[in-house]
């Protein structure tokens, strides 16, 4: 064999080493992002299932009752703050943009629909239910398209409803990413490109040693 050969096969061993190192760091990465957001549906404040139980009309009265005044302390800029602030960014290089799109929002939401509560417990009103406020709609729009942000007014999504529908999408996300279909996807064209040009390599030098 050729030192040349010798060459394309160590780098060939090398790259497909790599590819092993950097799919294990995915799969660590999956495994850390997923476990943030279990994190944030567990601990995020439960004033918020009240948003699905009461009717829009009554959401002054009830969160405005000094009953609940313990919702203040759960609801606060602090204990929000403490909630979605985390190190997920170290994890971006293993991982990709759809998965940021929907961790970045599924964390702004549980922090918009807490601001929401707060305005409430300090003004008694709201002018638009939920599901119709501009802050809301903003966030979901780089997971949710069109029809399904109408689906989101027309259908009047409880919280439930749409935490559930972006845990499903991300963890299916991220089952993907972690069983390597994706990663065998990005490295496809790659490996392909590699091959096609060790071949044709291979077949000039068997012509250069027959000329």
Partial sequence: ????????????????????????ERIIATKELWAEVSNISKNKSSAITFLDILLFEEYGKVFQNRKYDFYDQELSDE???KLITNNIDKLRPFLDEK???????????????????????KTGHVSTPWQQEKGVI?????????????K?????????TLFGYSETNLAEHLRSLS?????????????????????????????????
């Fill in 152 to 160: 989101l007014i027309n259908e009047r999504w409880d919280t439930r």
């Fill in 138 to 150: 903003e966030i979901l729009k780089p997971i949710l398209n069109e029809q399904e942000l109408e």
């Fill in 99 to 121: 998965n940021f799109a929907y961790f970045w929002c599924y964390r702004a939401l549980v922090g918009r629909l807490s601001y929401y509560i707060q305005q409430i417990r």
């Fill in 1 to 24: 064999m050729s030192t040349f050969w010798k060459t394309c096969n160590v780098k060939r061993i090398f790259f497909w080493k790599s590819f092993n190192i950097f799919a294990n």
């Fill in 79 to 81: 204990s929000i703050g």
């Fill in 179 to 211: 069983s390597g279909a994706l990663l065998s996807k990005e490295s496809l064209s790659y490996s392909m490109a590699i091959s096609k040009a060790a071949e044709s390599l291979r077949k000039i030098e068997e012509n250069e040693k027959l000329s």
